[in-house]
T-cell receptor
Framework: AAGVIQSPRHLIKEKRETATLKCYPIPRHDTVYWYQQGPGQDPQFLISFYEKMQSDKGSIPDRFSAQQFSDYHSELNMSSLELGDSALYFC??????????FGSGTRLTVV | AQSVTQLGSHVSVSEGALVLLRCNYSSSVPPYLFWYVQYPNQGLQLLLKYTTGATLVKGINGFEAEFKKSETSFHLTKPSAHMSDAAEYFCAVSDQKSGGYNKLIFGAGTRLAVHP
């Protein structure tokens, strides 16, 4: 079965650089969620999209932005990267009230 | 708003012993509850979930959890621990709100260690 695809798997950036993370949800899943998991932390909700519109927003810094495209893939854009942005970034998609599927994540390291 | 509390950030058991990971939730509406497992440097894998119906839910790898509304709990158990069960376990609740765009809210996680 198709899963949630995230790219890249690993990313190393320098401080103040920009990063773009991509998420390809399971086909026909209409909702996408982004989470940030710092070292030793639980996943923190960043933002979600339903049918290409932002549906909810969590603790996402103003330096970050995201969107969902017509083909339902989503991108998380992160600018002016800081050391504290180093984390595992998860994307999840959902098709029904409780059918969440997570991707394997993108590990971002800011040096 | 919904929330999740996992009691015990670290649990250590012997191989073959009972595993009990505790989770309490707070929700003003009937909750959807989940347990996820995360192995080092990997993603989140769904162990089991409770939505409606039978309160004892069986999941993968021999895990099960029981939804107890009176205790607002959803503890995870496994009768006999295996070395391969060593991982981080997260309890989560679906943040149900109007419109149905419900994000998952995670507990702080419990790291399970299994020793010989």
């Amino acid at each position: 079965a198709a899963g949630v695809i995230q790219s890249p798997r690993h990313l190393i950036k320098e401080k103040r650089e920009t990063a773009t993370l991509k998420c390809y949800p399971i086909p026909r899943h209409d909702t996408v969620y982004w989470y940030q998991q710092g070292p030793g932390q639980d996943p923190q909700f960043l933002i979600s999209f339903y049918e290409k519109m932002q549906s909810d927003k969590g603790s996402i810094p103003d330096r970050f932005s995201a969107q969902q495209f017509s083909d339902y893939h989503s991108e998380l854009n992160m600018s002016s990267l800081e050391l504290g942005d180093s984390a595992l970034y998860f994307c999840a998609s959902r098709s029904n009230p409780y059918g969440y599927t997570f991707g394997s994540g993108t590990r971002l390291t800011v040096v | 708003a919904q929330s999740v509390t996992q009691l015990g950030s670290h649990v250590s058991v012997s191989e073959g012993a009972l595993v009990l990971l505790r989770c309490n939730y707070s929700s003003s509406v009937p909750p959807y509850l989940f347990w996820y497992v995360q192995y080092p440097n990997q993603g989140l894998q769904l162990l089991l979930k409770y939505t409606t119906g039978a309160t004892l839910v069986k999941g993968i790898n021999g895990f099960e959890a029981e939804f107890k509304k009176s205790e607002t709990s959803f503890h995870l158990t496994k009768p006999s621990a295996h070395m391969s069960d060593a991982a981080e376990y997260f309890c989560a609740v679906s943040d149900q709100k109007s419109g149905g765009y419900n994000k998952l809210i995670f507990g702080a996680g419990t790291r399970l260690a299994v020793h010989p």
